[in-house]
């Protein structure tokens, strides 16, 4: 694989300095990879994540990084050697399908996702004569594990999309989605204050916060799954969502009572029903409906309607 | 736990921006094991916020266990370490480790005595079994429902329980397919479990919590049997507890959970010294001094069983499982190793053509129990490739 951006020659005296000790340290030679190739692979990666502007020192560090022994495994495997493939098996073969097992949460469409990502880690498809092995976009920025997880994740999701878009007429009906209504018109706002003062109050809390947020009350995952998200222990998740529910309310009243509402209406307009406000519809096409995705929509719905 | 506004869950939701492209798979695995930097980790994060297909691929990609459970540093505080973390209550359990030790190594020594002059070996071994059932009382800990206490969130773990059972049960199918506990013997070994101090100092009641003679093992085996007859030491819902995962407290105690999370033990590791322990490099005892203080040393060896000793005191600063197989290190090197859930732990001792390990352990990280690495507080990385029966010293 070869990157489309260019290599700084900050990036290639890096290279050059750590090649010798990366390779040794990633045994190139055991899995049939020359140090000319592996320079190359070292090389792509950094111009991969790298700004142009990044000093020999921030290449030197960001090549000790990676995952090199990885790396090496999955570029060696990708350019088909046995040896590689050997060890990639040996490593990889059972956790592969216990992550695929843990996903699809049933035995053939575990074995069934575990074949597809092996058919693309192998390489079905040609390009110029080439095989395109999967594994050729590993950069050995995290686990090759965790990596293989990722992409069988991916997968899923892409499955999920595609076989939700032909639902039998059978299942439609059984969900009522032949009889749906239509979809009223949006309707204004009945106080664009309220609108306002959630929207600066979201506005105003950090990535994570609000990813812990959106976590909880929209995709409805638990707290020991958001926390193990984060890296976090399960208890920070548990008192930041509710200090952030607490404070987010508090913004939002205060904003309102701000903008001249006293606080029984700031309170009244909080508790407007979600039916009443304006739905952008364009934005929330962006995204999965909220009740569309995996997560428990039981869960979910206990938890917003509380 | 407070709730939010329905119509803030509404604005949340609508707020999802159009997204030019989504982080690689290197990019979230790397978010997910926490390895980016901190402008790249903010990066991400900030698209995550905004993605819920992103958010979903990353929970989905989450492995079964933890591979390496949070470290937390020894001066954040962070976990309120309460009484349990005080040093006279550390020494108070350290005593009573070398209490139960001994006490363990009188009846083991009384049973083999008995064992080896008995004219049937199953009548004698029937006998100790319902002896070794009698349970010596060792430790008075806080927390009296420890396997359902949550310190908080307890209203959100209500809310989300419908995800629970289901949860759990695929944990411990998974667990069982992986053969971590699917054998009579290993789920049962959980009893024997050494020292466990439940809670994590913010219980105020108290639980006594019991400790077992070692069991005697099948003439000519040399594996401990467990008699499905002694009585649980816990609940039998703890009696199908696997994987736990991992933890090191504030005070540097080894913690770990067997309901995700949700309330944690302490465990102190019990040295396990096999009779002619022979493990590569790895060192089955601390000291031979430890050793001699073992009643049960000088019997015939070949057919018994192993022999739990405490270790010394113990300050962790790392510690990482994968299924059944952990591994914790801290301070002055001390490195030990448990291939069955933490219940049996057996001494590394890290040398690499004579030169061992110096400093203390900071990071342990196996990618699988095979091969992994271990960092130390004078920059030495330590390496294994064969479930730390040889180690190398990278330079």
Known sequence: MSSTKTISDSIHLAVADLLGELHAKGECEKVGLSSETFAAILGDVAAKYLPASAGKGEARTFLISLRVEELALARACAAGHNTAWEIFLTRYREKLYLAALRIAREDSAARDLADSLYAELYGTSMRAGDRMSKLASFTGRGSLEGWLRTVLAQEFVNRYRRTKRLVSLDEEGEDGAQFAAPEPEPLPSPDSRLEFATDAGLAGLSAEDRMVLASYYLDGRTLAEIARMLGVHESTISRKVDKLAKSLRKKILAHMIGQGMTRRQAEEALKTDVRDVRIDIRRSLTQEPVGGTFSNKKAREIRIGK | ?395
């Open chain 2, 1 to 395: 736990m407070e709730s939010v506004p329905k119509f803030v869950v509404s604005r949340l939701q609508r707020t999802a921006p159009d997204f030019g492209s989504h982080p690689d798979f290197d990019l979230l695995t790397a978010f997910s094991e926490r390895s980016l930097g901190e402008g790249e980790r903010g990066r991400v994060m900030e698209h995550i916020a905004l993605c819920n297909d992103c958010r979903e691929v990353l929970a989905l990609a989450l492995p079964e266990e933890e591979l390496s459970a949070a470290v937390v540093p020894s001066s954040s505080g962070r976990i309120p370490a309460g009484w349990v973390g005080l040093p006279a209550f550390r020494w108070a359990v350290l005593t009573a480790a070398v209490a139960v030790a001994a006490l363990v190594g009188v009846r083991y020594s009384h049973f083999s005595h008995s064992n080896a002059t008995a004219e049937s070996g199953a009548i004698q071994r029937n006998a100790a079994r319902q002896e070794s059932a009698v349970t010596t009382p060792i430790i008075v800990s806080p927390n009296s429902q420890s396997s359902s206490s949550v310190t908080e969130g307890t209203e959100a773990e209500v809310q989300s329980s419908p995800k629970s059972p289901e949860r759990e049960v695929r944990r411990q199918q998974a667990a069982v397919s992986k053969g971590l506990s699917s054998d009579g013997s290993s789920v049962i070994a959980m009893n024997r479990n050494p020292i466990i101090v439940p809670g994590s100092g913010n219980n105020s009641d108290f639980d006594v919590v019991k400790a077992k003679d070692p069991v005697p093992s099948e003439a000519g085996s040399g594996i401990p049997i467990f008699s499905p007859n002694i009585p649980l030491q816990t609940s039998p819902a703890m009696m199908l507890r696997a994987s736990p995962k991992w933890t090191v407290n504030a005070s540097g105690n080894l913690q770990r959970s067997f309901d995700g999370g949700k309330s944690w033990e302490t465990v102190v590791p019990m040295q396990i010294v096999p009779r002619q322990a022979s493990m590569g490099s790895a060192s089955p005892a601390s000291g031979s001094a430890d050793n001699s203080s073992e009643p049960a040393k000088s019997e015939p060896a070949s057919t018994e069983p192993v022999v739990s000793k405490p270790a010394e005191s113990l300050v962790f600063h790392a510690v990482c499982g994968i299924g059944s197989e952990v591994w914790a290190g801290g301070v002055a090197g001390v490195l030990y190793h448990s291939t069955d859930g933490g219940h049996e732990w057996i001494r590394v001792t890290p040398s690499d053509k004579g030169v061992g390990l110096t400093g203390d352990i900071n990071g342990v990280e196996f990618l699988d129990p095979q091969h992994g690495k271990i960092s130390t507080s004078s920059a030495e990385v330590w390496s294994t490739s064969d479930g730390a029966h040889s180690w190398q010293k990278q330079q």
